[in-house]
């Protein structure tokens, strides 16, 4: 039995007939005797007498007709109060990552705060993984996948890094011209104190020949050494390909892929303002792919 079932002989007790609810409920006279029967086959009980007056409740009728009321009336506060209870869904979505996630939603910030008129997007950069179950946070970028059962991460696309050094330095050192040669060149490396980025800094010890002349632990600081003409470095592509300043000298294949999570806590997908902010996320990645993955730049590889 449910709701819809009482309701049903709410609107008949009302009416005092099978016409009269039929229009109120809107559905055809024969539907509503049938379901009215079938209501009393599953009571035990017989509702209403057919009298020349109309439908005249039974005792079991005019037992039940009070309980029904009561139903409606509650039915009809969670109406009235549906206004109140949209005003109390979430109004702020906080999303955690590192600085170079944050630089991509930052460049795209217009098209999020558009596609989520009505929030308030905050951003939290930092490369500590905040506790979804403290709710810390509701969303969270990040290349590494999660570890309980409670998070849920969504793959976004891949982001790929390449060789990049400045107009001026690649023009002063012919060498860096050659992917195969680049790494006799200067470098601009990663600090392995507070390490953030450890598959590149991986990368980085295994391709190159010289120490490096500078060491930053933020990816930022790199891409300002490198446009300064420090050394060369490995750099996001969807960075490094916007800067004017530098000059891609290798391409991506042979180079690293970072694959890209949204990690959200599986109960919160069920808060809309959470959903729609996923949502959109995805969906920037997605039409950034190139972008992300090196592809929109090709051209300006140095040959």
């Known amino acids: 039995m449910n709701w819809e079932d009482i309701q049903l002989f709410d609107a008949v007790a009302s009416a005092g007939s ?7 409920l809107q559905i055809s006279q024969p539907q509503l005797s049938r379901r009215l029967r079938q209501l009393e086959n599953t009571l ?47 109004g702020v979505v906080r999303i955690n ?11 795209h910030m217009p098209e999020l705060l558009e596609r ?21 946070t509701e969303i969270q970028l990040r290349s590494c996948l999660p570890d309980s059962e409670t998070l849920i991460a969504r793959r976004l696309g891949i ?11 690649v023009q002063r050192n012919q060498a860096a011209l050659t992917p195969a040669r680049a790494s006799q060149c200067e470098w601009i490396g990663l600090s ?12 980085l010890d295994k391709h190159m020949n010289r120490t490096t002349k500078i060491r930053l632990n933020t990816m930022t600081g790199i891409v300002d050494a490198c446009v300064c003409g420090v050394g060369l470095a490995l750099l996001p592509c969807f960075i490094a390909d916007k800067s004017d300043g530098l000059v891609r000298i290798s391409g991506t294949r042979e180079i690293l892929h970072s694959k890209e999570n949204l990690i959200v806590h599986r109960d919160l997908l069920r808060e809309p303002a959470v959903r729609r902010t996923v949502d959109v996320i995805a969906g ?3 039409q950034s792919k190139n972008a992300l993955m090196g592809c929109d730049n090709a051209a300006a590889i140095a040959s």
């Open 18 to 24: 099978l016409t009269g609810a039929a229009g109120v």
């Open 44 to 90: 035990s009980a017989r509702l209403f007498d057919r009298t020349p007056q109309g439908l005249r409740p039974t005792l079991a009728g005019e037992k039940l007709i009070p309980l029904a009321k009561n139903m409606r009336s509650a039915a009809d506060a969670v109406v009235r109060a549906k206004p109140d209870l949209a005003s109390m869904t979430m």
């Open 284 to 286: 920037l990645f997605k």
């Open 192 to 203: 392995s104190d507070r390490l953030w980025y450890p598959e590149q800094k991986r990368w």
């Open 159 to 169: 982001m790929s890094y390449a060789i990049y050094g400045s107009i001026d330095y």
């Open 97 to 107: 990552t590192d600085e170079v996630r944050a630089h991509f939603l930052t460049d």
């Open 116 to 136: 989520l008129s009505g929030l308030e997007i905050e951003i939290s950069s930092n490369h500590t993984h905040l506790k979804h179950s403290l709710r810390e």
